[in-house]
């Protein structure tokens, strides 16, 4: 039959509180480096990755018009009928008389300048 020595179950006693202790201490010590660097981030005005997402879709879709933009004013240039959507229908093409150039003389008619206390000049 085995004997049990007192002195070692108070050493193993002691070496379980230790080990317990340590464990929270690690504990605390991680809480207390995320809280630092969480601080640290927030006052360098790092994005989060959802506002980054959130952009990059922006800026992605941004260059897709962008490049749809310049495929159309491509067509429009080379002249091909056809090419211009509703949107564009409000230039040059839509079908509207363009503007007549003004009479050789002609002046156009304004109403009188008025002085910076109110009355007309």
Do not use: Y
């Not at 179950?9 to 605390?28: C, F, H, K, P, Y």
């Not at 056809?82 to 229908?89: H, R, Y």
């Amino acid at each position: 039959m085995q004997t049990r020595n007192k002195i070692f179950d108070d050493i193993s006693q002691l070496m379980t509180n230790a080990m317990g202790v340590a464990q929270g201490a690690r504990g605390e010590a991680e809480t207390a480096v995320k809280g630092m660097i969480d601080r640290w981030l927030a006052d360098r005005d790092f994005v989060t990755r959802d506002e980054f997402d959130a952009v990059r879709a922006m800026a992605q879709k941004a260059r897709e018009e962008n490049a749809a933009l310049k495929a159309r004013l491509d067509a429009l240039e080379d002249g091909k009928p056809g090419a211009a959507t509703k949107s564009a229908k409000t230039g040059p093409s839509s079908g509207a008389k363009p503007a007549k150039p003004a009479k050789a003389g002609a002046t156009k008619k304004t109403a009188p300048k008025a002085d910076p206390d109110g009355t007309k000049a």
